[in-house]
């Protein structure tokens, strides 16, 4: 995402190699193949079969998803929209070299996060997994919203490496919507007990490790940095 033209570095014709290219590529694969196993495996799972056994199915939804049909499909979209996305922004090539598709896919992260937390609230108003459930994913949708405004608002000022690191963290937060799926219904963590419990723990797990962890790591590049850069 950018401010205006003038904010978006020029792309000459000389051929640059980034840092860590391969391990960039590696984990550019693995986002947008983890994004679409979890597009593929729920979302899809209701949009293909639109029905009201299929949103009141104990095995695959609350028994109000029906009723709140518009809000379900309006946070899938969203989320569907951000995941998808999000990758993109981080492929320093395309930036630079699709620099106007770079801010539109970067308009379009922000409309899916727009939608998706309309949804998310509507949703969460409404459960029937308890309180303590709701604000778990309550929570995932304010630091949603927060990360992704910072990250906007970086670039509307022009301050192009802190809208790096705040967009970062803003997908971080989107891959929740993977990392609750993985935890809660495969591996290890999907076998404890009580199932309610289960999903209170994972809705924060999903998000607030990942997002300490990603910080953490930002501000020790950040210190490796500083002290390469020391005369």
Known sequence: MSA???????????????PYFAGKVVGFIALLAGALWFVWEYPMHYILHYNQATFTDPNAGATNYWRERFWLISHFTG????LLVG???????????YARLHRLTGKIFLIGVLLG?????RLIATTTFG???GASIASLALAWVVTTAVAYYAILRGQVETHKLWMVRAYVVTFAFVTFRALHDYGPVSRLQPE?????TVGWACWAIPLLLTIAIQQIWALRVSRTARP
């Open 4 to 18: 205006t033209l003038g904010s978006v570095p020029r792309v000459t014709t000389e051929t640059r190699t980034t």
């Open 79 to 82: 989320g569907i929209l951000a």
């Open 87 to 97: 990758p993109w922004q981080f492929w320093t090539g395309f930036r630079l070299r």
């Open 117 to 121: 937390t309309i949804g998310a609230l």
């Open 131 to 133: 309180w303590a459930f």
């Open 196 to 200: 309610g419990d289960r999903a209170i």
